[in-house]
């Protein structure tokens, strides 16, 4: 374990900035705000325009001098510097967060997985923590989507899916919970293959489990989340973390979907539009609705009485993907 | 500077002033915000460096600065050292749990300027989840005492100290260091230099010119028992005998009272506030002796004590300057004397052989909590063949490792690989092993003594002292008195060696055990 494998001095200055990893549960007086996503592009922008540059030479400055090279406004200034001063918590709190087999990357650090950087672009998260091996993210994989109360049928095809795919010796890249995602992985897991496993909250809680840790020590499974470790479930925290699975994925796969509602029917809307990846959903003669309009609306089918007869599920996969822009063509303007 | 000796006046009187580079490092991490190791003598004033240090940070609007040092119970001498200088410090360990609220409502109303805690306490998550967050702003700076314990060539290895490594390598620059050790030689100075970037080195003379060195080897217990009965009350002041054991600890101050000498054992084994009481009876000139093991180091400050003696030979000859260095740091005549004696030997190579436990235990350990859920120390006791001792031993390794994280429910298997570094423990051992060669060659040898220890931790100045033995040429013995040596013999064969009942049982074991006694046996 040597944390600076994962963070490098500018990634640290990163985590500083975006991150509330240490400022959390501190009662007193209201904490500063640590940078969102959008204001830190911004201030990424500003900062590689300056003769600053890089993040980690912001380290140490003065709020006169931040305010003058980067051309903040004084309060902005005065943020920076509060939030870097704070270092040395941080550092404190990072050691044990290792030290307890978790890991935390940034943007700007070379372990940070580079298909969600090259997908998400700015919308990627500039810190990302996670436990287990980091190597298992660098082969983009299939996205198993689905609903946590799955339909039998469904059931049996997310298990298909991911024991296809880690045979053709692609991850499995799933939200982690219970349901489709969890039997995605089962199958995975199976078939002897790895998984990725994008948490919407609780991983510190996660990794405690013995047969989580058995499966993240044989490097058969990595975790990543975009929130703090000891994180809990919200709704808005389970929408975040979707387009990081599309993001991680060459192709994702829809197993069921209800119409309109619920987190598996707005992630794939959301990843129509954007392109992230290619988009399949089941098809077959009783699907939910969902996957019917999701087909409508240019997800590509993957007819349930086809998987079984295909020898090598990605390459399918990639023979039948549609080229991203006709999606994005379905929505207009918008 | 004019500043902060004005202060140092106001504190300490009119005629304090700063000794021959306590400027340069409060100057250096205060004020540039350095990283700087200090290597000085014990009593030089390196909590006069850090306190400063810490105060003119404060005054610059940084905030309290963590000070991070082994045996915390003895801190109570820094606190009102720190108190004399205008510094606010607290301390927090398990011993003082009943001050922790007052302490945390200091730390949340921002008065504290100095945290002291020990490298324990850096992984406990009720320290980082509940205290540290209440420190206000940012952390001053990071004092780090006993840095030769960094390096596994300095002689005391101490497993905490690697995170203490790993922390300070994730502070950016502009976040003061201070590293303070009376002990660390070239080599030692290097690998912290290696491991900790950008270190500017102080390094002073560690010669103590009122210490009067001698070596006397006595083959026998009631020899050098006899021996101190006979000496110690002609010897100045008052000071200290160091044992290797804890059983010779109590045995030798047992020994010296029978024989009229205001003696007390000083050990491990004792409670906080005994210890704390048998100190200040020190302090007080109260006790001609305290008899002590190791447990009475760092953080013990008597600028009078009229000697040092060692029982036995200590495993290494700076651990042995270290301890020496306690006397005569504002007398005009000290004495240090090690007796060294048959069981030497066989002491030294237990501990060696013992500093690390098995690669199997270790093993064993994580075997048996990969497959589990949090475990208590009793449930892994009761599980595994081994000593409560060694299994400790273990999992404080594994847990530096980062394989195993423990908290008060218990031990947990983390999810980061582990494999062993026996390269790394052999080495260690290896060194353990040179060192005591080294030390057997400083009881025999003929030149300096001070001149010795000097060149082994390469001080610069190293010369002869003109006071040893070997200088002075005292290197006769007086005979020491056969009735004493009689009185010993009989002492220690009464002595019986009491055979120390395992002080835990695992819980299910006692459970089965009573089971099966007869009603009348179980209470």
Same mark, same amino acid.
Request: with cysteine.
């Given at each position: 374990?040597?944390?600076?494998?994962?963070?490098?001095?500018?990634?640290?200055?990163?985590?500083?900035?975006?991150?509330?990893?240490?400022?959390?549960?501190?009662?007193?007086?209201?904490?500063?705000?640590?940078?969102?996503?959008?204001?830190?592009?911004?201030?990424?922008?500003?900062?590689?325009?300056?003769?600053?540059?890089?993040?980690?030479?912001?380290?140490?400055?003065?709020?006169?001098?931040?305010?003058?090279?980067?051309?903040?406004?004084?309060?902005?200034?005065?943020?920076?510097?509060?939030?870097?001063?704070?270092?040395?918590?941080?550092?404190?709190?990072?050691?044990?967060?290792?030290?307890?087999?978790?890991?935390?990357?940034?943007?700007?650090?070379?372990?940070?997985?580079?298909? &969600?950087?090259?997908?998400?672009?700015?919308?990627?998260?500039?810190?990302?923590?996670?436990?287990?091996?980091?190597?298992?993210?660098? #082969?983009?994989?299939?996205?198993?989507?689905?609903?946590?109360?799955?339909?039998?049928?469904?059931?049996?095809?997310?298990?298909?899916?991911?024991?296809?795919?880690?045979?053709?010796?692609?991850?499995?890249?799933?939200?982690?919970?219970?349901?489709?995602?969890?039997?995605?992985?089962?199958?995975?897991?199976?078939?002897?293959?790895?998984?990725?496993?994008?948490?919407?909250?609780?991983?510190?809680?996660?990794?405690?489990?013995?047969?989580?840790?058995?499966?993240?020590?044989?490097?058969?499974?990595? &975790?990543?989340?975009?929130?703090?470790?000891?994180?809990?479930?919200?709704?808005?925290?389970?929408?975040?973390?979707?387009?990081?699975?599309?993001?991680?994925?060459?192709?994702?796969?829809?197993?069921?979907?209800?119409?309109?509602?619920?987190?598996?029917?707005?992630?794939?809307?959301?990843? &129509? #539009?954007?392109?992230?990846?290619?988009?399949?959903?089941?098809?077959?003669?009783?699907?939910?609705?969902?996957?019917?309009?999701?087909?409508?609306?240019?997800?590509?089918?993957?007819?349930?009485?086809?998987?079984?007869?295909?020898?090598?599920?990605?390459?399918?996969?990639?023979?039948?993907? #549609?080229?991203?822009?006709?999606?994005?063509?379905?929505?207009?303007?918008? | 500077?004019?500043?902060?000796?004005?202060?140092?006046?106001?504190?300490?009187?009119?005629?304090?002033?700063?000794?021959?580079?306590?400027?340069?490092?409060?100057?250096?991490?205060?004020?540039?915000?350095?990283?700087?190791?200090?290597?000085?003598?014990?009593?030089?004033?390196?909590?006069?460096?850090?306190?400063?240090?810490?105060?003119?940070?404060?005054?610059?609007?940084?905030? =309290?600065?963590?000070?991070? @040092?082994?045996?915390?119970?003895?801190?109570?001498?820094?606190?009102?050292?720190?108190?004399?200088?205008?510094?606010?410090?607290?301390?927090?360990?398990?011993?003082?749990?009943?001050?922790?609220?007052?302490?945390?409502?200091?730390?949340? @109303?921002?008065?504290?300027?100095?945290?002291?805690?020990?490298?324990?306490?850096?992984?406990?998550?009720?320290?980082?989840?509940?205290?540290?967050?209440?420190?206000?702003?940012?952390?001053?700076?990071?004092?780090?005492?006993?840095?030769?314990?960094?390096?596994?060539? /300095?002689?005391?290895?101490?497993?905490?100290?690697?995170?203490?490594?790993?922390?300070?390598?994730?502070? =950016?620059?502009?976040?003061?260091?201070?590293?303070?050790?009376?002990?660390?030689?070239?080599?030692?100075?290097?690998?912290?230099?290696?491991?900790?970037?950008?270190?500017?080195?102080?390094? /002073?003379?560690?010669?103590?010119?009122?210490?009067?060195?001698?070596?006397?080897?006595?083959?026998?217990?009631?020899?050098?028992?006899?021996?101190?009965?006979?000496?110690?009350?002609?010897?100045?002041?008052?000071?200290?005998?160091?044992?290797?054991?804890?059983?010779?600890?109590?045995?030798?101050?047992?020994?010296?009272?029978?024989?009229?000498?205001?003696?007390?054992?000083?050990?491990?084994?004792?409670? /906080?506030?005994?210890?704390?009481?048998?100190?200040?009876?020190?302090?007080?000139?109260?006790?001609?002796?305290?008899?002590?093991?190791?447990?009475?180091?760092?953080?013990?400050?008597? =600028?009078?004590?009229?000697?040092?003696?060692?029982?036995?030979?200590?495993?290494?000859?700076?651990?042995?300057?270290?301890?020496?260095?306690?006397?005569?740091?504002?007398?005009?005549?000290?004495?240090?004397?090690?007796?060294?004696?048959?069981?030497?030997?066989?002491?030294?190579?237990?501990?060696?052989?013992?500093?690390?436990?098995?690669?199997?235990?270790?093993?064993?350990?994580?075997?048996?909590?990969?497959?589990?859920?949090?475990?208590?120390?009793?449930?892994?006791?009761?599980?595994?063949?081994?000593?409560?001792?060694?299994?400790?031993?273990?999992?404080?390794?594994?847990?530096?490792?980062?394989?195993?994280?423990?908290?008060?429910?218990?031990?947990?298997?983390?999810?980061?690989?582990?494999?062993?570094?026996?390269?790394?423990?052999?080495?260690?051992?290896?060194?353990?092993?040179?060192?005591?060669?080294?030390?057997?060659?400083?009881?025999?040898?003929?030149?300096?003594?001070?001149?010795?220890?000097?060149?082994?931790?390469?001080?610069?100045?190293?010369?002869?002292?003109?006071?040893?033995?070997?200088?002075?040429?005292?290197? /006769?013995?007086?005979?020491?008195?056969?009735?004493?040596?009689?009185?010993?013999?009989?002492?220690?064969?009464?002595?019986?060696?009491?055979?120390?009942?395992?002080?835990?049982?695992?819980?299910?074991?006692?459970?089965?055990?009573?089971?099966?006694?007869?009603?009348?046996?179980?209470?």
């Amino acid at each position: 374990m040597n944390i600076h494998n994962y963070l490098s001095d500018d990634g640290l200055a990163v985590l500083a900035l975006c991150s509330a990893f240490g400022l959390k549960e501190a009662p007193g007086p209201v904490n500063v705000e640590p940078f969102k996503l959008a204001e830190w592009n911004q201030l990424e922008k500003r900062l590689s325009s300056s003769s600053i540059k890089n993040p980690s030479s912001l380290q140490g400055r003065s709020t006169e001098d931040l305010a003058k090279n980067l051309s903040l406004v004084p309060q902005e200034a005065e943020r920076i510097a509060e939030l870097l001063q704070r270092s040395g918590r941080l550092a404190l709190d990072l050691e044990n967060l290792f030290s307890h087999g978790m890991w935390a990357v940034t943007r700007t650090d070379e372990l940070y997985p580079s298909k &969600l950087r090259e997908t998400l672009k700015n919308q990627a998260p500039a810190v990302l923590f996670g436990a287990g091996e980091t190597s298992l993210l660098k #082969k983009p994989g299939v996205a198993v989507i689905g609903s946590r109360n799955i339909d039998p049928a469904g059931a049996v095809f997310a298990r298909e899916v991911g024991r296809k795919t880690v045979e053709a010796n692609l991850p499995v890249v799933s939200g982690g919970a219970r349901g489709t995602d969890r039997i995605a992985m089962d199958g995975a897991m199976e078939a002897e293959g790895t998984a990725i496993g994008v948490l919407a909250d609780s991983l510190e809680a996660t990794i405690r489990k013995s047969d989580v840790r058995e499966l993240l020590l044989d490097a058969r499974l990595v &975790l990543l989340t975009p929130y703090a470790p000891t994180a809990g479930f919200s709704v808005g925290g389970a929408m975040g973390r979707n387009k990081l699975i599309y993001g991680l994925a060459e192709f994702a796969i829809v197993v069921s979907s209800d119409f309109q509602t619920g987190g598996t029917w707005a992630g794939a809307i959301e990843a &129509l #539009k954007a392109g992230w990846c290619s988009v399949f959903a089941r098809d077959g003669s009783d699907v939910p609705k969902g996957n019917r309009e999701l087909l409508k609306l240019g997800a590509t089918p993957l007819p349930d009485t086809e998987l079984n007869k295909l020898e090598d599920l990605p390459a399918w996969l990639r023979k039948s993907s #549609k080229p991203h822009a006709t999606e994005l063509d379905l929505f207009g303007s918008t | 500077m004019e500043n902060a000796r004005a202060l140092l006046q106001q504190m300490l009187g009119p005629a304090a002033d700063f000794r021959d580079g306590q400027w340069d490092a409060i100057h250096l991490t205060a004020n540039e915000r350095q990283r700087v190791l200090v290597v000085q003598r014990t009593g030089w004033g390196k909590s006069v460096v850090y306190f400063l240090a810490a105060r003119i940070l404060r005054e610059q609007g940084a905030g =309290p600065s963590l000070l991070i @040092s082994p045996l915390l119970s003895l801190m109570r001498n820094q606190i009102l050292a720190s108190e004399k200088l205008g510094v606010r410090s607290v301390t927090i360990h398990s011993e003082n749990i009943h001050e922790w609220e007052k302490i945390q409502k200091s730390l949340e @109303s921002n008065e504290v300027d100095v945290l002291m805690i020990s490298p324990e306490r850096l992984g406990n998550g009720e320290f980082l989840q509940k205290l540290l967050p209440l420190i206000q702003g940012s952390i001053g700076m990071f004092v780090v005492d006993e840095a030769h314990c960094i390096s596994d060539w /300095g002689h005391d290895f101490r497993p905490d100290y690697r995170r203490i490594v790993r922390l300070l390598r994730l502070l =950016p620059p502009k976040v003061p260091v201070l590293c303070t050790t009376a002990t660390a030689n070239d080599r030692v100075v290097q690998d912290i230099h290696e491991q900790i970037p950008n270190l500017h080195i102080l390094r /002073g003379p560690l010669v103590r010119r009122s210490l009067k060195l001698f070596n006397i080897k006595l083959g026998t217990q009631a020899e050098r028992l006899a021996w101190l009965a006979q000496f110690l009350p002609q010897l100045p002041g008052s000071g200290i005998v160091y044992t290797l054991t804890i059983g010779d600890a109590r045995r030798v101050s047992e020994f010296l009272t029978q024989q009229g000498i205001s003696a007390r054992s000083y050990h491990a084994d004792l409670e /906080g506030d005994e210890r704390i009481a048998v100190e200040q009876q020190l302090l007080d000139n109260k006790v001609k002796v305290l008899v002590a093991t190791v447990a009475l180091g760092m953080g013990f400050d008597k =600028p009078d004590l009229g000697f040092v003696i060692h029982f036995q030979r200590p495993g290494s000859v700076v651990a042995y300057y270290q301890q020496v260095g306690r006397a005569g740091r504002a007398v005009d005549s000290a004495y240090g004397v090690l007796l060294n004696g048959v069981e030497d030997d066989e002491i030294q190579d237990y501990f060696i052989r013992t500093a690390f436990p098995p690669l199997r235990v270790m093993e064993e350990v994580l075997g048996l909590l990969a497959k589990s859920d949090t475990v208590t120390l009793d449930g892994i006791c009761a599980e595994l063949n081994y000593s409560r001792g060694a299994l400790e031993k273990a999992l404080k390794l594994l847990e530096v490792d980062g394989a195993v994280q423990h908290d008060s429910t218990g031990y947990l298997r983390t999810a980061n690989r582990w494999k062993p570094d026996t390269a790394r423990s052999e080495q260690v051992t290896r060194h353990r092993r040179e060192e005591l060669e080294q030390i057997k060659r400083y009881v025999q040898h003929t030149g300096c003594l001070m001149e010795f220890l000097s060149r082994a931790l390469d001080d610069p100045a190293a010369a002869p002292c003109g006071k040893c033995m070997n200088c002075t040429g005292k290197t /006769g013995r007086q005979t020491i008195s056969a009735e004493l040596i009689q009185a010993a013999t009989q002492f220690l064969r009464k002595d019986s060696f009491l055979l120390e009942p395992r002080r835990y049982w695992p819980k299910s074991l006692l459970k089965d055990l009573e089971q099966n006694l007869p009603q009348a046996a179980v209470k």
